[in-house]
């Protein structure tokens, strides 16, 4: 052993190693404890204080009878839209064909040879103001009553008859087009 050494004591261990300090490594410092209260989290994800205790209560992502359920809402809407839209497809149709019909012998006549004009003046005799009229409040009342099956499906106001009438919004001006067509059809062959 070296001289003035504890028997005891490591060569190779540094002078800490005595007095209750750790034998390797710097010396432990004693920092204080933080001033923070310990305190327990609860065992499962809800809160503990600030509520009452209502029995059971289930954990995130289960479902309480009852939650998230809205009053029922009329489905009038939904219902005053597919009405509307069907009125105005069926007098939007019957115009047409109308139309067709009155315009046909004209379209023979001219030999194909068409003036947009001449055919206004036309029906506008044939079909009378009032007929042009309903044509053009078919169309634009067909239109309003489809943006109302929109807002009713949206605001879940009728939301099946919404979705009819949205249905049958976007497929009314192509019947138009088809019944024209058919009403123009004895005259074209």
């Given at each position: 052993?070296?001289?003035?050494?504890?028997?005891?004591?490591?060569?190779?261990?540094?002078?800490?190693?005595?007095?209750?300090?750790?034998?390797?490594?710097?010396?432990?410092?004693?920092?204080?404890?933080?001033?923070?209260?310990?305190?327990?989290?609860?065992?499962?994800?809800?809160?503990?204080?600030?509520?009452?205790?209502?029995?059971?209560?289930?954990?995130?992502?289960?479902?309480?009878?009852?939650?998230?359920?809205?009053?029922?809402?009329?489905?009038?809407?939904?219902?005053?839209?597919?009405?509307?839209?069907?009125?105005?497809?069926?007098?939007?149709?019957?115009?047409?064909?109308?139309?067709?019909?009155?315009?046909?012998?004209?379209?023979?006549?001219?030999?194909?040879?068409?003036?947009?004009?001449e055919a206004t003046e036309y029906l506008v005799q044939q079909m009378g103001a009032s007929g042009l009229a309903m044509l053009n409040l078919s169309s634009w009342?067909?239109?309003?009553?489809?943006?109302?099956?929109?807002?009713?499906?949206?605001?879940?106001?009728?939301?099946?008859?919404?979705?009819?009438s949205i249905i049958l919004g976007v497929l009314a001006p192509v019947i138009a087009v088809v019944v024209l067509v058919a009403a123009l059809m004895p005259y074209?062959?």
């Amino acid at each position: 052993m070296s001289q003035g050494q504890n028997p005891q004591q490591n060569p190779y261990q540094s002078g800490y190693g005595q007095q209750g300090q750790p034998q390797y490594g710097y010396p432990q410092q004693g920092y204080p404890q933080q001033g923070y209260p310990q305190q327990g989290y609860p065992q499962q994800g809800y809160p503990q204080q600030g509520y009452p205790q209502q029995g059971y209560q289930p954990g995130w992502g289960a479902v309480q009878p009852g939650a998230g359920m809205q009053k029922a809402r009329s489905p009038l809407l939904g219902m005053v839209a597919l009405g509307g839209v069907v009125i105005c497809a069926i007098v939007l149709s019957w115009l047409t064909w109308r139309m067709g019909v009155a315009i046909g012998p004209l379209a023979v006549q001219s030999g194909g040879d068409l003036d947009q004009q001449e055919a206004t003046e036309y029906l506008v005799q044939q079909m009378g103001a009032s007929g042009l009229a309903m044509l053009n409040l078919s169309s634009w009342g067909g239109l309003v009553f489809w943006i109302l099956g929109i807002v009713a499906t949206a605001t879940k106001r009728g939301r099946a008859y919404g979705v009819w009438s949205i249905i049958l919004g976007v497929l009314a001006p192509v019947i138009a087009v088809v019944v024209l067509v058919a009403a123009l059809m004895p005259y074209l062959s």
